[in-house]
T-cell receptor, first 110, second 115 residues
Framework: GENVEQHPSTLSVQEGDSAVIKCTYS??????FPWYKQELGKGPQLIID?????GEKKDQRIAVTLNKTAKHFSLHITETQPEDSAVYFC?????????FGKGTSLLVTP | EAQVTQNPRYLITVTGKKLTVTCSQN?????MSWYRQDPGLGLRQIYY???????DKGDVPEGYKVSRKEKRNFPLILESPSPNQTSLYFC??????????????FGPGTRLTVL
């Protein structure tokens, strides 16, 4: 099945800096790439997603880029704030299923 | 309030004692799914359901059963739990039957310990 690799596994940045998380996928038929944020003790929550017909999508401080040829996509968070600290998961669809990366623990220090 | 609910939230049991974790959504969603989350392994899909009476295996279905007799409920059944099923379990739902290609809404999680 689909294999989604995510890097880095941990990321520490200072408040105000940018954070970038990268993912690769293996199924060339994948066409939906969401990003989820999981805060401590809660279930994951969708923060942004991108479909294969676009190369970039932005929502305020969050942006996602997709390179279908290289089969990789990235999450960019600008002007990070302490409340951005959480675990972030990328995912890619494969048929009716959704395959997640192993997650990135982001820490934003004041 | 639109939500996915899971019960119980915490469960400690012993090897071999059958258990059921319930999942219910009040959003009239077509698609429902179960995931397990383990340290260093991320979220792995156990089973999913595209509609009533339609289910399929995810990446890690061994040792689990599901049923989808009604649209709102999608229970996860462990017939004979083993310690390697100790994990944090999440139920999720999505509006469209092609849930893998649309936003999924996650429940709060069930932390299961099998001794």
């Amino acid at each position: 099945g689909e294999n989604v690799e995510q890097h880095p596994s941990t990321l520490s940045v200072q408040e105000g800096d940018s954070a970038v998380i990268k993912c690769t996928y293996s199924d060339s038929a994948s066409n939906y790439f969401p990003w989820y944020k999981q805060e401590l003790g809660k279930g994951p929550q969708l923060i942004i997603d991108i479909r294969s017909n676009v190369g970039e999508k932005k929502d305020q401080r969050i942006a996602v880029t997709l390179n279908k040829t290289a089969k990789h996509f990235s999450l960019h968070i600008t002007e990070t704030q302490p409340e951005d600290s959480a675990v972030y998961f990328c995912a890619a669809n494969s048929g009716y299923a959704l395959n997640f990366g192993k997650g990135t623990s982001l820490l934003v220090t004041p | 309030e639109a939500q996915v609910t899971q019960n119980p939230r915490y469960l400690i049991t012993v090897t071999g004692k059958k258990l059921t974790v319930t999942c219910s959504q009040n959003m009239n969603h077509e698609y429902m799914s179960w995931y397990r989350q383990d340290p260093g392994l991320g979220l792995r899909q156990i089973y999913y359901s595209m509609n009533v009476e339609v289910t399929d295996k995810g990446d890690v279905p061994e040792g689990y059963k599901v049923s989808r007799k009604e649209k709102r409920n999608f229970p996860l059944i462990l017939e004979s739990p083993s310690p390697n099923q100790t994990s944090l379990y999440f139920c999720a739902s999505s509006l469209s039957s092609t849930g893998g290609s649309n936003e999924q809404f996650f429940g709060p999680g069930t932390r299961l310990t099998v001794l």
